[in-house]
């Protein structure tokens, strides 16, 4: 999902601009997306979902597109990165529970139905902080970090795996 120049070899590439690598030239802010319920193993969302306008309707749409134990791969800037305020089409900012809306057994089960299990979140961090074993700290204790810590030693990015959960 918004590939870019960074379409992966064997993928399908969905992006608005037909300037990019995309075989699917569509804005992923107009709903529905034009994809089949369930069509998709695997699905990257690498640098995008912090530009699209409706987060909510955004994971209901990945949701839609996931075969049942399909792996949705997420990145996102952390919002201690300088690179989630310097472009000025960003229009989220993401901490470690960011998804936690969508997860099953969520405390917020009113802003949407559908859920993820989460598998993974995982914060990267500049070449120093990993040097010296920041990153390491931060991905142990991410609540302590985020609270504490982040705008000390920012991150750079936030990465999730997460995979959809059949309604029941």
Known sequence: ?????DKLPGSI???RSAE??????HDLDSFPWPFQDHEFDVIRCQDVL?????FVRVME?????A???AEIRIRVPHFSSVQAYTDPTHRHFFS???LQYFVAGSPYPHYTAVRFRQQSVRLTMWRPHRLVGLEFL?????????KMFAFLFPSQFLEFVIRPVPPS
């Not at 999902?1 to 120049?5: A, I, K, L, P, S």
């Not at 990019?20 to 030239?25: E, N, P, R």
């Not at 912090?50 to 409706?54: C, F, P, R």
Request: net charge negative; aromatic share 6%; proline share 5%.
């Open 1 to 5: 999902m918004g590939c870019g120049h």
């Open 13 to 15: 590439g969905v992006d």
């Open 20 to 25: 990019t690598l995309a075989d699917v030239v």
């Open 50 to 54: 912090e530009h699209l306008d409706d």
């Open 61 to 65: 749409e990945l949701h839609r597109i």
């Open 67 to 69: 075969k049942p134990d």
């Open 96 to 98: 470690t529970d960011s």
């Open 138 to 146: 931060a991905n142990r204790w991410p609540l302590r970090y985020e």
